[in-house]
């Protein structure tokens, strides 16, 4: 089935060390284009992204944007300067025995010493964050995937209504035209028998009418064109019920129907046939307005 270029996708996941949040939004393009924003210590997750999303994204203006939150205290060690805080416990039991103070230190005088304690911020492994943002990425593209499938049946139902409408304008068409041949008949007949009567004569050229008639009905013949038409509507039923991406094959598609009914029209000068043609193009140009938007 015909899927949108029109997404969106939201994953949200809390792990032990991290919380990560990927949003994926698109919308139509005639080619994959990746944008990405991510937080700057974490760059190198944009070509990943950009690769990983193609696999399941053929076509379509694809932004994408990943948030990491490190959990408090997961993200840092913490450092004690050994030699420093012996120096201070040595000078100040020093300084106790000098001064005849009572020697009460403990650990907990240690915090007040800051300067002996230093604050080291750890080092993320590329290839774990990559594949902790990968899972959520997965889970954000499929529910991305799962809203254009959505979208795309809903331009698969207004299309299949639209494609029987000019099919039917198309059967009227075949039924038409032999209409317009026998009509052009009857008035040829009757414009050359009147002239004759003026002139007092009635000896009409039957051959000749019918001469000027069958170059009349090669002149309008649309037969070719509807058959035409009817092979394009065939193709385009069968590409809209494909998986594949196809867009670009329907605008051809769509081009194609547009010439055949266009020809149609500057052959048939028959004022029903017209009104008709004026209605299908009417419809084709409403499918194409909705297939810019199918992947």
């Not at 120096?87 to 403990?106: F, I, N, P, T």
């Not at 991305?144 to 209504?161: A, H, L, P």
Request: glycine letters at 6%; proline letters at 1%; hydrophobic letters at 35%.
């Amino acid at each position: 089935m015909i899927k949108s270029m029109t997404g969106f996708g939201r994953e949200h996941i809390v792990g032990e060390k991290r919380e990560i949040i990927v949003e994926i939004r698109s919308v139509n393009h005639r080619y994959y284009e990746f944008t990405s924003r991510t937080p700057r210590a974490y760059g190198y997750l944009d070509e990943k992204l950009k690769t990983f999303l193609k696999s399941g994204i053929s076509r379509g203006k694809v932004e994408a944007s990943v948030s990491i939150y490190n959990l408090e205290g997961t993200d840092a060690e913490i450092e004690l300067n050994l030699p420093v805080a012996k120096g201070y416990v040595d000078a100040l039991r020093g300084s106790a025995d000098e001064l005849g103070l009572k020697d009460d230190l403990a650990l907990t005088s240690l915090l007040r010493m800051s300067d002996i304690f230093t604050v080291v911020k750890k080092t993320d492994d590329e290839e774990v964050i990559w594949n902790e943002v990968k899972g959520a990425a997965q889970a954000a593209l499929d529910r991305f995937v799962e809203m254009r499938i959505v979208e795309g049946q809903k331009m698969y139902d207004d299309i299949s209504s639209r494609l029987d409408t000019i099919e039917q304008a198309v059967t009227f068409i075949e039924k038409q035209a032999p209409e317009s041949v026998k009509a052009y008949h009857d008035r040829l007949y009757t414009k050359i028998k009147e002239s004759l009567e003026s002139l007092g004569r009635n000896d009409i050229d039957e051959q000749r009418i019918v001469t000027e008639v069958a170059v009349f009905a090669d002149k309008v013949a649309v037969d070719e064109e509807t058959v035409r038409l009817r092979s394009h509507i065939a193709q385009f039923r069968e590409l809209i019920k494909s998986d594949e991406p196809v867009g670009r094959k329907l605008d051809f598609l769509v081009q194609e129907m547009n010439r055949e009914i266009n020809t149609t029209g500057s052959k048939c000068n028959d004022i029903d046939i017209t009104r008709t043609v004026v209605e299908v193009k009417s419809e084709i140009e409403k499918i194409r307005e909705q297939i810019q938007n199918i992947e």
